[in-house]
């Protein structure tokens, strides 16, 4: 074993202990481990800035001064105050006081390193490194600076500690260090060598090594986790055959030829691409990302009907009974000018309704089936199965739709569609075995919705504005937040919301339908066919109204403590309107106490209504980890230097160099791409197929 696999605890300087913590802190075990453990930032050591002109931003800095008055608050903290020609600052030490009050003696002068922070309006540093004079300015090149924690920090293990930890690994490591792409690899995509990159990403020479080894290091990151989902997709697509959909077929054309309107440019694009696949003998496999209102049942239905017009039926699931019954009210429209029989059925479909339907499924009598978890029942069989749509898919499980298939000898095609909007960068990594379509265009006509954002204080005035809409003949949500730890809360919040909306909007006048998680679902449907219906004025409800309601009359939703919403929900939820004819208003209520960062969000809201530009925003802001929809999957690897939120195009570079890589050689078996084969074995690349329909 050379000293890659070695324990970390050997390298000078480290020692048991801190190789416990180092183990504990960052994950880093061996050699291997720490060279691969790369900086965040780069801070250019040799520059120092005047105090006057620190800023409280993210930044580090450097800052040349000397120590005018060291207090100590025994016990507690030490404040040291220095001053350069420019200024004052405030230094704070809650560790180390002695050492650091036996070093900071008034008078004499530092270089002081570490992070500015606005406290009670002064600027100062908490914890900056301290170095002698002489020492601290470092002849000019880029110093990285390394992912840490208080712990680490406080045991010692600084970014300096660390710095020369990493020197020493490198000059045990380096000559060691086995290339890890092919030469081929690396010549066709202008990549540096894997120990120039390493060398530099630690101890960049310059900035423009600093690139080149950024760039190679993520390359292969993203270029191996694609490599292995596609290879995942040609196994399963080489291995699956599809049924054969040739024909175009009457019941396409007699409702293509009686719409009302035109389609989007976009649903003929991704009509196009789903005919494509259903006429390529393979199975599809195939994710619709469209907004609110981008018009999916359209294009659902319609692929739908190729299948029907190829003699297959074809089923629709949604995730809730009230989205399966408006999926099925909505679908008859279409349906008409086609004579195809359709049915509804649900977990409330009566025994007689099932047995007419389990009749029509397996005579073939009927096209197209909508429903919810039912349709996957064992007792549910069909004639001929050839496409299964399924609506909102993170609310489907794998085990679930694995179900679908045994339904039918060859695997149906399979389209899921959904409205979260998730960034490409993401889908390509959490779906990267699934096509995607999008569908980027709204119909004609939407109004925009109208987005403010308001303390609890204006709320008498929004009230009084529903009332105005209410005269108007239109109708009003009102949202509350569901707490997912805590059930009782949810209620007490929304039906405490009840109970003052009824005060603002009294009997006889209004009529206000109250819908929570809590109900029982002939009440759920019960109140919201009240409000679907017009006869109540005012929804009051947690978010279970969230998926796709339509509702075209309502032109308020009110989303009451905006800030425990994420972002995709609270789009989500503005989708709701905007809908009808009617100007439409999106009033977000925040808490009486919400965040900068809080705020920040929801000021988002109110700039834009792309969905898409608002899930890159929140990936942006939280993290792809934390996404909204993808919650339930987490990420399925982790990344060490690549970005899913600012490397999108570098993605698209690998995602589309590895797709060349994997037509010339599918199974990977050419001598050159050896290398590639073991890389892929190694876990960091094994990617969980989160998509895996099949
Ligand atoms: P989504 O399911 O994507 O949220 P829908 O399919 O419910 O959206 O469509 C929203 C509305 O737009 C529906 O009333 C639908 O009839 C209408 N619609 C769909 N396609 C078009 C089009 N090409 N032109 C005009 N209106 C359309
Ligand atoms: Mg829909």
């Known amino acids: 074993m050379g000293e890659l696999g070695s324990n970390i605890q050997y390298l ?50 450097q800052i040349k001064a000397t120590v005018i008055k060291v207090d100590e608050v025994p016990h507690k903290r030490l404040s040291v105050i220095v001053e350069d020609d420019s200024g004052r600052m405030e230094l704070v030490f809650f560790k180390g006081i002695n050492w650091n009050k036996s070093r900071l003696i008034p008078g004499s002068s530092f270089i002081f390193f570490g992070k500015p922070q606005t406290f009670s309006g002064k600027i100062n540093m908490v914890h900056p490194e301290v170095d002698p004079v002489q020492e601290g300015l470092m002849q000019g090149g880029l110093t990285g600076v390394y992912p840490s924690t208080e712990k680490l920090k406080s045991s010692g293990i600084t970014g300096k500690v660390m710095c020369k930890l990493q020197a020493a690994a490198l000059g045990l490591c380096l000559p060691e260090l086995e290339e890890t792409l092919p030469e081929y690899v690396l010549a066709e995509n202008a990549l540096c060598p894997l120990s120039y990159a390493i060398r530099n990403i630690h101890f960049p020479k310059d900035e423009y090594a600093l690139q080149k080894a950024q760039r190679r290091l993520k390359f292969e990151e993203l270029f191996l986790l694609q490599l292995s989902l596609l290879k995942q ?3 399963r697509t080489a291995a699956s055959r ?17 719409l009302p309107y035109s389609l989007t440019g976009a649903q003929q694009r991704v009509i196009k691409e789903i005919r494509a696949d259903l006429m390529s003998g393979h199975q599809m496999n ?37 989205l399966a019954q408006q999926h099925f009210a909505n679908i008859q429209k279409f349906l008409a000018p086609t004579g195809v029989r359709s049915a509804l059925l649900t977990g409330s479909s009566t025994v007689k309704e099932r047995r007419i339907i389990d009749a029509g499924l397996r005579d073939g009598s009927i096209g197209i089936i ?13 004639a001929s199965l050839g496409l299964c749509v399924i609506d909102e898919q993170h609310r489907f499980g794998v085990d679930q739709r694995s179900k679908l298939w045994s339904k039918s000898a060859v695997p149906p095609h399979i389209l899921v569609m959904t409205a979260t909007p998730i960034p490409r960068t993401l889908a390509m990594t959490l779906y990267g075995d699934l096509d995607i379509s999008v569908l980027d265009e709204m119909p004609p006509g939407r109004k925009p919705v109208q987005t403010m954002l308001i303390t609890p204080q204006r709320k008498g005035a929004m009230y009084e504005f529903i009332r105005k809409q209410i005269a108007s003949g239109r109708q009003a949500f009102i949202v509350y937040p569901m707490i997912f730890e805590n059930e009782k809360l949810d209620i007490s919040n929304v039906e405490q919301g009840y109970e003052e909306i009824m ?29 679907a219906a017009g006869r109540a004025n005012i929804l009051v409800a947690t978010t279970v109204i969230e998926v796709g309601v339509d509702v075209p009359n309502a032109s308020v939703m009110v989303i009451e403590s905006a800030e425990r919403f994420g972002l995709s929900q609270l789009h989500q939820l503005r989708g709701r309107v905007g809908r ?24 988002l809201m109110v700039d834009t209504e792309d969905g898409f530009r608002i899930a890159e925003e929140d990936m942006r802001m939280r993290g792809p980890g934390d996404l909204e929809g993808t919650q339930q999957s987490g990420l399925p690897v982790e990344l060490s230097i690549a970005s899913l939120a600012r490397d999108g195009i570098l993605l698209s570079e690998a995602r589309a160099y590895a797709q060349s890589v994997l037509e010339k050689d599918p199974g990977l078996n050419d001598k050159r791409n050896a290398l590639l084969v073991r890389e892929l074995r190694k876990n960091k690349y094994n990617v969980k197929d989160y998509s895996a329909i099949s």
Request: charged share 20%.
């Open 370 to 382: 909508v429903g919810t978890h039912a349709l996957i029942e064992d007792s549910v069989s069909f």
């Open 580 to 603: 009808g004819a009617e100007k439409s208003y999106c009033i977000m209520v925040g808490g009486p106490k919400i965040s900068a960062d809080a705020h920040n969000r929801l000021q």
């Open 233 to 235: 997709k040609y196994v």
């Open 503 to 531: 005060k603002e909007f009294p009997l006889p006048r209004y009529k206000v339908a109250l819908v929570h998680g809590q109900q029982k679902s002939e009440d759920k449907a019960f109140n919201m066919d009240a409000f």
């Open 12 to 61: 000078s300087g480290v020692g048991p202990k801190r190789a416990a913590l180092l183990k504990s802190e960052l994950g880093i075990e061996t050699l291997s481990d720490l060279i691969h453990f790369y900086p965040f930032r780069y801070i250019d050591r040799s520059r120092v800035v005047p105090i006057a002109q620190v800023q409280p931003d993210l930044a580090y800095v």
């Open 286 to 322: 195939r994710l619709l990302q469209g907004d609110v209102g981008s018009g999916k049942t359209l294009v659902a239905v319609m692929s739908c009907l190729l299948a029907v017009g190829n003699g297959f039926q074809a089923c629709i699931m949604a995730p809730t009974e009230v």
């Open 242 to 258: 599809g049924i054969l959909m040739k024909a175009v077929g009457e019941e396409f054309r007699a409702c293509f030829n009686a």
